[in-house]
Nanobody, 123 residues
C-alpha cells in the first residue's frame, strides 16, 4: 500500500513557475513508476508526465514538453513536477500517481493516487 500526498499548488500569473511535490509513504516507493496527471474543470483527467522507478526514463505530454520537468528522489520518497512558463490552460487539479514499472502514460497502469493539488494560472 502506498499513500501519496501532493503539495505546492497555488495561484500564479501566466509565465510564472511552481514546483509540485508528492510525498509517498511505504518502503517500496523506489519500485514504482510515478506519474502526474491533471484534470481541468469540465474535462477528463489527462496525462502530464511520468518517470521510471530509477528516474532514468521520463515521459511528457506534448502540451507540457519543454516547460515541465518531472524528477524523483527515492531517498526522500518524493516525486516532483517543476512547472515553468505556466499558461492559463495549465489550470487544473494535479494528481500524483504510483504504478507499475511499465505504467507509462496510461492511467490504467497506476494503482495509487493522491487527492490532488489545485494549480490556477491567471492571465
Amino acid at each position: 500500500q502506498v499513500q501519496l500526498v501532493e503539495s505546492g499548488g497555488g495561484l500564479v500569473q501566466a509565465g510564472g513557475s511552481l514546483r509540485l511535490s508528492c510525498a509517498a509513504s511505504g518502503r517500496t516507493f523506489s519500485s514504482y513508476a510515478m506519474g502526474w496527471f491533471r484534470q481541468a474543470p469540465g474535462k477528463e483527467r489527462e496525462f502530464v508526465a511520468a518517470i521510471s522507478w530509477s528516474g532514468g526514463n521520463t515521459y511528457y505530454a506534448d502540451s507540457v514538453k519543454g516547460r515541465f520537468t518531472i524528477s524523483r528522489d527515492n531517498a526522500k520518497n518524493t516525486v516532483y513536477l517543476q512547472m515553468n512558463s505556466l499558461k492559463p490552460e495549465d489550470t487544473a487539479v494535479y494528481y500524483c500517481a504510483a504504478g507499475s514499472p511499465l505504467a507509462g502514460t496510461a492511467e490504467s497502469g497506476y494503482y495509487y493516487w493522491g487527492q490532488g493539488t489545485q494549480v490556477t494560472v491567471s492571465s
